[in-house]
Antibody, heavy 121, light 108 residues
């Protein structure tokens, strides 16, 4: 059974940094592209970033470009999102998700349960 | 960036009736559209991909149609567990793979 378990969410002050993790199991992690999607409280879904199965290619939504870095450690079956210079409007539940294959430009079949990031002074 | 616009924002339908949800893309996305269901406090669940293909385990009362810029999710014979928020997403042009703002399907 495919499982994605996010962790690392916390309450942080504006301008600070945070790293989210997503532990994957039940599949060959190194063969799946991965994505981060976020959802602000009471709002809709927002695509944030994606990374190829090898980690060689990464893509970002404009509002996080230059502040967030997506990465993965295929030896540890773990996806990361390093978030720097956090802003109040980064407050959201962050989901890791996967299309269930190497095609990064595809629907998201597998989702984690999400981790809450709150940016507030 | 492609904008996905869903309508209506809220749809009130009685159980065992049919619901029709719409999603419009600001430019053609071919058939590269997915639909997700999200219940309160839960992660989204993939229902439909490639505009009309049901994901594994999704009952046949869920169907999708459309191509280009106009897409529809139809749910026939609504069950109590179907009342939720539904999102469309395009994955034709990126980044980003944009989502619609959601349609809340509520019990009438």
């Amino acid at each position: 059974e495919v499982q994605l378990v996010e962790s690392g969410g916390a309450l942080v002050q504006p301008g600070r940094s945070l790293r989210l993790s997503c532990a994957a199991s039940g599949f060959t992690f190194s063969t799946y592209a991965m994505t981060w999607v976020r959802q602000a409280p009471g709002e809709g879904l927002e695509w944030v970033s994606a990374i190829s199965s090898s980690g060689a290619s990464a893509y970002y939504e404009d509002s996080v470009k230059g502040r967030f870095t997506i990465s993965r450690d295929n030896s540890k079956n773990t996806l990361y999102l390093q978030m720097n210079s956090l802003r109040v409007d980064d407050t959201a539940v962050y989901y890791c998700a996967s299309p269930g294959g190497a095609n990064i430009r595809a629907r998201l079949f597998y989702w984690g349960q999400g981790t809450l990031v709150t940016v507030s002074s | 960036e492609i904008v996905m616009t869903q309508s209506p924002a809220t749809l009130s339908v009685s159980p065992r009736e049919r619901a029709t949800l719409s999603c419009r893309a600001s430019q053609s996305v071919s058939s590269n559209v997915a639909w997700y269901q999200q219940k309160f406090g839960q992660a989204p669940r993939l229902l439909i991909y490639d505009a009309s293909t049901r994901a594994t385990g999704i009952p046949p009362r869920f169907s999708g149609s459309g191509s280009g810029t106009e897409f529809t999710l139809t749910i026939t014979s609504l069950q109590s567990e179907d009342f939720a928020v539904y999102y469309c997403q395009q994955y034709n042009d990126w980044p980003p793979h944009t989502f619609g703002q959601g349609t809340k399907l509520e019990i009438k």
